[in-house]
């Protein structure tokens, strides 16, 4: 973005913070449709002082005067307006990130310092900061580092940002600060970075952790933004490395703020221009690019690190495994995340057979489909251990599969993370320390060596373990079929009276209908709040406890919520309470959950709307009841490129005594009981189905 004169406006200041359409619509919790209604409604809405004709930007002051005088903005949390500054800095929001993360650092490092810098004019504050902050970057990443000191000159347009971002350290600390500003950046520009999520993080650092010592010497080879590095448990040294500038100095500075560890960041291709090449270390983590062609082929031929075999242009993968037990010490754990097509590819094999031999290849599990990208494939973890000289190699390899118990919940927000974490290192540990492990059918087994030096040596989990038996078993299929006619019958009950035409005369209802009022008017009113997922707060959970999300697939399938919050989120989550009425914004689906008892506490996800009727004047199963109207849901949906989004003000309510709200309400609530045994009912007889079909198919059915 680039600041400039508004039209037909007065001069904006230099380095005057700018927000997009997106922007506006986050400050006020509405959809980008509103913000392109008040623009064409409103005549004294701010002028654009920048961007394009398609995607102008706007005075950030503007918009926040505009906004507070309409009555649609109290005041603007400190975290949104360091965000904008950071969005709109005139550099890129990269640059802003890395500038903030420096000042963030120097806050942290020396909190004694920051505030005599502060004291003086923005001006003098640009030109005495990069003198402290050569100091404190040189003093944690070395004279050889990733990040370079910002000069005055690059200073001067950031000096209110940093002050904000250290305005919010002093709130939430400078660690949760960089976090929230950085995840607010990769979740701007999601086609950008190849992200590892949390969830396979924590479950490869804790794979590597046995064997890694009390302070582990710790490498990533392909850091990206440093999520492998930060999942490790009291380090001793973090070391790094990325191709891309910007990736390699975020990093470096969200590692530093993380934790006391010495953090060694470099920038470089690892295969190519390896940082470390004397390094010994205890645990290499690694997410590395999938499927590169151009990965060093030609120019490697005679490297070193190919102990195993030479990888072939179309096994780049395999060429990371090597690079990662070349930088290990002899015991050292490597745990990388791969493609599964790595296990099985022909052109792979005589690699993966030397591995097995030498007993470097010590564990292959299969994560569900979902748990990183690319989403839709499972992908594997690949557990190594460099030989030590007098080891005998192991004659056993660990197999795990995890994918059974997570078909069709493919996507980041439908994996139920504890089980898969719990299953892998229920098999991993004992193996570890053994050598062995009792085998699981369909989940894990220790698989001889020599089974699987065939001509293929196909190591995917899934071909080396035995069938678990089809759905528990005959009993188990017996009591599924209980179940499933048990919840016919309530069905049966539950099934709504014959719908009668609403006699207007009788029904107030009917004839009030057409005098209604739409849910952004009953906000401005105070009949009843709302929030969106991920931002601002209803109340605080007690210090220390676990927090469960209900996320948008949990909304859309009727369960209990199954996400849970990201480590290191500074942003208080929005917690339900019962009676609370919760409504996704993406879809297009005409759909309403009343928030229950056994749900109330949980944190409201992403792209999820909350609407907490005040109970003297709104009936909840009553507003559940008419905002999933189709015709309500329709009028107040706007279209996109790629899917449509709910204005859920725009949402409509006829004007009904509370009395009379209840009454609505006690039908709206049978109705959604009988909904839910109805899908009860589906996924029973869906589990019955598939049961017997695999019992009549494997035997353990008669027929």
């Known amino acids: 973005m680039t600041c ?34 008040w623009r064409r ?12 004709e398609t995607s102008p930007s706007f005075a950030l002051a503007d918009v926040e005067r505009w906004l507070r005088a309409q009555g649609k903005l109290a005041e603007v949390p400190l975290r949104e307006r360091v965000w904008q500054q950071i969005a709109g800095h005139p550099a890129g929001a990269v640059t802003a990130l890395v500038q903030a ?3 963030l650092l120097l806050v942290r490092d020396r909190s004694t310092a920051w505030p005599k810098l502060a004291a003086v004019s923005d001006e003098r504050l640009a030109e005495t900061l990069p003198v402290a902050l050569e100091e404190v970057l040189t003093e944690r990443f070395g004279a050889e580092r990733a990040v370079r000191t910002p000069t005055a000159g690059e200073l001067a347009p950031a000096v209110p940002l940093l002050r904000g971002a250290a305005e919010l350290a002093a709130e939430t600390g400078a660690r949760q600060a960089f976090e929230f500003l950085l995840g607010r950046h990769l979740d701007a520009n999601p086609r950008q970075y190849t992200l590892t999520p949390p969830g396979p993080a924590a479950l490869m650092a804790a794979l590597a952790a046995p064997g890694a010592g009390p302070r582990p010497t710790v490498l990533d080879p392909a850091s990206g933004t440093g999520t492998l590095l930060r999942a490790v ?10 191709a891309d500038p910007d990736l390699a ?6 590692l530093a703020l993380a934790s006391d560890a010495d953090v060694r960041v470099r920038t470089g291709d690892s295969l190519r221009a390896d940082a470390f090449p004397h390094l010994t270390a205890d645990t290499v983590l690694c997410h590395p690019p999938f499927n590169e062609r151009n990965w ?9 690190r190919w102990e195993y075999g030479f990888p072939a242009r179309t096994e780049s993968e395999l060429a990371w495994v090597q690079h990662a037990l070349a930088r290990l010490r002899p015991g050292g754990t490597a745990v990388l995340l791969m493609p599964p097509a790595a296990a099985s590819r022909r052109s792979g094999r005589r690699i993966r057979a030397d591995l097995l031999r030498r007993g470097a290849l010590r564990a292959v599990v299969a994560l569900p489909a979902g748990a990183a990208p690319p989403y839709g494939i499972p992908l594997h973890l690949w557990v190594l251990r460099k030989p030590a000289p007098g080891v005998t190699p192991s004659p056993e390899l660990l197999v795990v599969d995890t994918t059974a118990d997570h078909t069709g919940a493919a996507g980041r927000d439908k994996l139920d993370w504890q089980a898969v974490h719990t299953a892998v290192l229920d098999a991993w540990l004992p193996f570890d320390r053994n050598g062995t492990v009792t085998e699981t059918p369909g989940a894990s087994r220790a698989v001889p060596v020599i089974e699987l030096l065939d001509d293929d040596v196909d190591l995917a989990p899934a071909r080396h373990l035995p069938p678990p038996a089809a759905g528990g078993g005959a009993g188990e299929l017996l009591a599924v079929r209980d179940r499933l006619a048990e919840t016919l019958g309530r069905t049966v009950a539950l099934t709504p009276p014959p719908a009668l035409p609403a006699d207007t005369a009788a029904d107030p209802a009917a004839a009030a209908r057409p005098t209604g009022v739409t849910v952004g008017e009953l906000a401005r009113t105070g009949a009843l709040e709302l929030r969106a997922g991920g931002t601002g707060t209803l109340s605080f959970p007690a210090p220390g406890s676990p927090v469960r999300v209900l996320t948008e697939n949990d909304v859309f399938a009727a369960q209990p919520p199954s996400g849970s919050l990201p480590d290191g989120v500074p942003e208080e989550p929005v917690l339900l309470a019962e009676g609370d009425v919760v409504v996704p914004v993406l879809g297009g689906g005409s759909l309403a959950r009343v928030v229950d008892a056994a749900t109330a506490g949980a944190a409201l996800g992403r792209n999820l709307q909350l609407l907490r009727p005040d109970p003297a004047a709104l009936d909840p199963w009553f507003l559940a009841g008419f905002l999933r109207g189709t015709a309500n ?8 490129s790629t899917a449509t989004r709910l204005d859920v003000r725009r949402l409509q309510l006829p ?17 959604a009981e009988f909904e839910g045994a109805l899908r009860l009912a589906g996924r029973l007889g869906e589990q019955l189905v598939q049961g017997l079909y695999d019992g009549l198919a494997d035997g353990t059915v008669a027929p």
């Open 4 to 37: 400039g004169k508004p039209r037909g406006g007065s001069q904006v200041p230099e380095h005057a913070a700018e927000v997009t359409a997106a922007g506006i619509a986050r400050l006020a919790g509405v959809g980008r449709a509103a913000v392109s209604n």
């Open 41 to 52: 409604r409103h005549a004294d809405f701010p002028r654009p002082v920048g961007g394009t």
């Open 101 to 103: 993360g420096c000042a």
């Open 233 to 242: 448990d009291h380090p001793g040294a973090l070391h790094g490395q990325d």
């Open 249 to 254: 100095a975020l990093t470096a500075l969200r």
């Open 296 to 304: 060093g082929h030609d120019e490697l031929a005679y490297d070193p």
């Open 633 to 640: 849901t329709r009028q107040a949906s706007s279209y996109a």
């Open 655 to 671: 004007r009904l005594p509370l009395t009379e709200q209840q009454r609505y309400g006690e039908r709206f609530r049978a109705l």
